[in-house]
Structures are given as C-alpha cells and as structure tokens.
C-alpha cells in the first residue's frame, strides 16, 4: 500500500507547475517562519531539498539573519543514520550524493540535543501528523533519538496531504504539519496530540 501511494504522490507532485510549486513553497516557509518554535529556535535543521520537495531556501536564509545555526542532514548509508551538520552556505561546502541528495560535504556534527527545532520533508503527511518517507526510514531514526527534545515540523505542498497513513510500529509522526494553505498542530514533544488546525 506505501509504494502505491508513493507513486500516485509523485505524479501529483510531478505535475505541479514549477511557478505554482515555488510559490506554494514560500506560503510554505512564511506560515513556518511564524511559529514561535522557529522564532525562539537557535539551532535549527533543515534538509537541502530535492525535485518535487518544498524549497525551505527561506528557512535557511531568514535563520541566518536571525543569528541561528543552520544544520542539514549528512547520511551514513552503512550505518544508516543522519546527522546534523552546520552550513553557512546553499551553495559552497556541499557534495551531491547517492539517490541525488545533496548534502553537507563535512563538518562536525552538533549533538541531538541542542536541536530546536527540525524541518522534516515527506512524500506524504495525514492529519495525524504520520509520515510517509521514501522508505530508508531515516528521520523515522533520527526523531526517536535520545536527547532530542525539540520539535519535529512536517512541510508539505497542499497535494502532499493525506486523510490517513497505513503507520507502522517504528513509525515516528511530527509535532506540527505546515502547508502552503494551514498549520496543522499536533502535539508538543512529550505532549499527546491535540489534532488542532490553526491559521488556515
């Protein structure tokens, strides 16, 4: 049932227009950019995005003139876990990497615990905050690591979201869902969900 949704997700996102696509992802970002998560976050994570994906450029760009750090992911295919790495840049100190991820090219990692708040990318969300990855199960890993306290925020295009996810045991769903068109708030860490919808 996931592949199957996994590909009816990508032809939906294959068929956005990339005018529409850009400015669904700067809605997007601008809805983020407004949580009190983000504006109180000091170190943040991000992901470098991918065709098809939300481009969280903003995020990046507007965490740098508010003096936070900026971290993306660097995956370890043998060990298969991520961690966060500062960037200073979107262009320079970056490397593009198996399945054409682009990735920080080094550096040293900042511990899990000093993350605020992570941005998490998907194929799928439902409105139960529930992800649907690309099936390596990495952030599904990386939010269920010990010593992360902050909050996991899920962004999406409109057409990414779901009414349910099939969930299986591992499976670790984000605090808040944004979208180009609402703020999906589920639950704070440690919190049971509310299932409430705000800023539509």
């Not at 009816?8 to 983020?32: N, T």
């Not at 504006?39 to 994906?53: C, D, F, K, T």
């Not at 090219?105 to 990318?121: H, K, N, S, T």
């Not at 999906?184 to 860490?189: A, I, K, Q, T, Y």
Request: proline content about 8%; hydrophobic content about 40%.
């Amino acid at each position: 049932m996931k592949e199957s949704l996994r590909k009816h997700i990508r032809r939906k996102l294959a068929g956005l227009d990339p005018a529409v696509a850009h400015a669904k992802s700067m809605a997007a970002c601008k809805r983020l950019q407004g949580l009190p998560e983000f504006r109180q976050a000091s170190v943040v994570m991000i992901y470098l995005p991918m065709p098809g994906e939300v481009d969280v450029t903003p995020l990046a760009l507007r965490g740098w003139q508010e003096q936070k750090t900026i971290t993306a992911p660097k995956l370890s295919w043998d060990l298969r876990h991520m961690l966060p790495i500062e960037i200073r840049s979107l262009e320079a100190g970056l490397v593009t990497t198996k399945g054409n991820l682009r990735e920080p090219a080094g550096g040293e990692p900042i511990p899990v615990q000093m993350l605020d708040l992570v941005v998490c990318p998907a194929l799928a969300f439902d409105r139960q905050g529930n992800r649907l990855g690309r099936g390596a199960g990495f952030y599904d890993r990386f939010l269920a690591t010990p010593g992360f306290q902050g909050a996991a925020v899920g962004i999406a295009f409109r057409e990414q979201l779901v009414d349910e996810l099939p969930v299986q045991r591992n499976d670790v769903p984000v605090h808040i869902l944004v979208t180009d068109e609402e703020v999906l708030r589920l639950s704070r860490p440690g919190e049971a969900a509310e299932n409430t919808e705000v800023a539509r």
